[in-house]
């Protein structure tokens, strides 16, 4: 059955008293309440050849208010494009196709809280990052928390649905720990792509880059469940990539990126080792929880920074010009590279618990193997992908 959005506030103006009486319970807010009629293929068929004025006569009459299935009260917050569903019971799809066909394209439409044997409903029309709250964006208090859902106002295309239920799975596990814990692994892709960074020349679309340091981002392409562990599956993102100097780089601003210790790095500084310097700590630590962990990718394999459990959202505490003088191992150190990794995962910071976690992949190695990394919550979530991450921080700012 098709839907119609009409603006309350056009309903009272026009004075539609046969429509007044049905939405008369509407929600009282600053922003602007539309109310979606579910209605039958007649009625709107017959909607859509009539003038202005006899629209208004047809909306009005009793015919039309009998014609009415279903409503649904939906608030548009203009300056934040976002549009709040609270949660219909019945025609989710008649609902979001009114929102298509008559909501401006650029908005985020947010679901409202989902009880869990519904989750799978509104994953199924599209709607994914899921978080936990009892809070709507537009400061509605629910009287019991759940999960919230966003999707994009577009046609639908290809839906994951499979990842999205494993994110809420996931998010359901972390619920009763401190700091989140997250299982990773690099796609075959990703790997090769990772490891074709460090090539003397690069080619990225039609730039051919000379030896120079690259940074990126990394994003969270599929998320499964193997064994009942949640594993996200991470790749590159080609369009990311921000040359550097040939020997240093910024860090992209995401919750997985990297930076590239290219082979000049090695010989400009005659160097046989490409682990983390202090500066690559340190520069991690200035990304301030927004990094889930951090890829440094060499000649030989890829290191993994991240925080140890006792340091996940501490981040003001830590005293940087400790971390540059205490972390910087000589590249020439005649030890193994899974050496340096146990120096650095056993060295306290200032008498406490270790501070950083790396982990070293070799390119000849496992280099899609599972690996576990601890992170900070986002208010009570554990958001682990960059677009969740950014949506929770944009409807709550």
């Given at each position: 059955?098709?839907?119609?959005?009409?603006?309350?506030d056009?309903?009272?103006?026009?004075?539609?008293?046969?429509?007044?009486?049905?939405?008369?319970?509407?929600?009282?807010?600053?922003?602007?309440?539309?109310?979606?009629?579910?209605?039958?293929?007649?009625?709107?068929?017959?909607?859509?050849?009539?003038?202005?004025?006899?629209?208004?006569?047809?909306?009005?009459?009793?015919?039309?208010?009998?014609?009415?299935?279903?409503?649904?009260?939906?608030?548009?917050?203009?300056?934040?494009?976002?549009?709040?569903?609270?949660?219909?019971?019945d025609?989710?799809?008649?609902?979001?196709?009114?929102?298509i066909?008559?909501?401006?394209r650029?908005?985020?439409?947010?679901?409202?809280?989902?009880?869990?044997?519904?989750?799978?409903?509104?994953?199924?029309?599209?709607?994914?990052?899921?978080?936990?709250?009892?809070?709507?964006?537009?400061?509605?208090?629910?009287?019991?928390?759940?999960?919230?859902f966003?999707?994009?106002?577009?046609?639908?295309?290809?839906?994951?649905?499979?990842?999205?239920?494993?994110?809420?799975d996931?998010?359901?596990?972390?619920?009763?720990?401190?700091?989140?814990?997250?299982?990773?692994?690099?796609?075959?892709?990703?790997?090769?792509?990772?490891?074709?960074?460090?090539?003397?020349?690069?080619?990225?679309?039609?730039?051919?880059?000379?030896?120079?340091?690259?940074?990126?981002?990394?994003?969270?392409?599929?998320?499964?469940?193997?064994?009942?562990?949640?594993?996200?599956?991470?790749?590159?993102?080609?369009?990311?990539?921000?040359?550097?100097?040939?020997?240093?780089?910024?860090?992209?601003?995401?919750?997985?990126?990297?930076?590239?210790?290219?082979?000049?790095?090695?010989?400009?500084?005659?160097?046989?080792?490409?682990?983390?310097?202090?500066?690559?700590?340190?520069?991690?630590?200035?990304?301030?929880?927004?990094t889930?962990?951090?890829?440094?990718?060499?000649?030989?394999?890829?290191?993994?920074?991240?925080?140890?459990?006792?340091?996940?959202?501490?981040?003001?505490?830590?005293?940087?010009?400790?971390?540059?003088?205490?972390?910087?191992i000589?590249?020439?150190?005649?030890?193994?590279?899974?050496?340096?990794?146990?120096?650095?995962?056993?060295?306290?910071?200032?008498?406490?618990?270790p501070?950083?976690?790396?982990?070293?992949?070799?390119?000849?190695?496992?280099?899609?193997?599972?690996?576990?990394?601890?992170?900070?919550?986002?208010?009570?979530n554990?958001?682990?992908?960059?677009?969740?991450?950014?949506?929770?921080?944009?409807?709550?700012?």
């Amino acid at each position: 059955m098709p839907g119609l959005l009409i603006e309350v506030d056009k309903i009272i103006k026009y004075k539609l008293n046969n429509l007044i009486n049905v939405i008369e319970k509407y929600p009282k807010t600053n922003n602007t309440v539309g109310v979606i009629f579910i209605i039958d293929d007649k009625s709107f068929n017959r909607l859509t050849g009539m003038s202005s004025d006899l629209k208004k006569s047809y909306l009005n009459s009793k015919k039309f208010s009998n014609s009415i299935k279903y409503t649904q009260f939906v608030i548009y917050d203009k300056k934040k494009r976002i549009i709040e569903l609270r949660c219909p019971v019945d025609y989710l799809n008649e609902i979001l196709y009114a929102l298509i066909l008559f909501a401006p394209r650029d908005v985020t439409i947010w679901s409202g809280i989902v009880l869990d044997k519904r989750s799978k409903i509104f994953i199924q029309s599209g709607f994914s990052n899921p978080y936990l709250t009892d809070k709507s964006p537009l400061g509605y208090k629910f009287n019991n928390k759940g999960f919230a859902f966003t999707k994009k106002n577009i046609p639908l295309k290809y839906i994951d649905t499979k990842s999205s239920q494993n994110v809420v799975d996931y998010i359901k596990s972390q619920i009763t720990r401190k700091s989140c814990i997250i299982y990773a692994r690099f796609t075959p892709k990703a790997v090769k792509y990772l490891k074709n960074l460090n090539k003397s020349f690069l080619v990225m679309g039609n730039k051919k880059l000379s030896e120079k340091e690259l940074a990126g981002s990394l994003k969270v392409s599929k998320v499964v469940n193997i064994n009942n562990r949640i594993i996200f599956e991470l790749s590159g993102v080609p369009e990311s990539v921000q040359t550097g100097a040939e020997v240093e780089v910024d860090a992209v601003w995401s919750r997985y990126n990297f930076h590239t210790h290219p082979k000049k790095a090695y010989v400009n500084h005659n160097v046989t080792n490409g682990w983390p310097s202090s500066q690559d700590y340190l520069g991690f630590v200035q990304l301030n929880n927004h990094t889930i962990f951090h890829t440094v990718v060499t000649l030989e394999g890829i290191y993994i920074i991240s925080f140890t459990a006792e340091w996940v959202g501490k981040v003001k505490n830590m005293d940087h010009k400790y971390i540059l003088k205490h972390y910087n191992i000589d590249h020439n150190e005649k030890i193994s590279f899974q050496e340096y990794v146990d120096i650095i995962n056993k060295k306290k910071y200032k008498d406490k618990p270790p501070l950083f976690s790396v982990k070293y992949i070799p390119w000849d190695g496992d280099t899609c193997q599972v690996f576990p990394i601890f992170y900070q919550k986002t208010g009570e979530n554990c958001l682990a992908t960059n677009e969740a991450f950014e949506q929770y921080k944009n409807l709550y700012k």
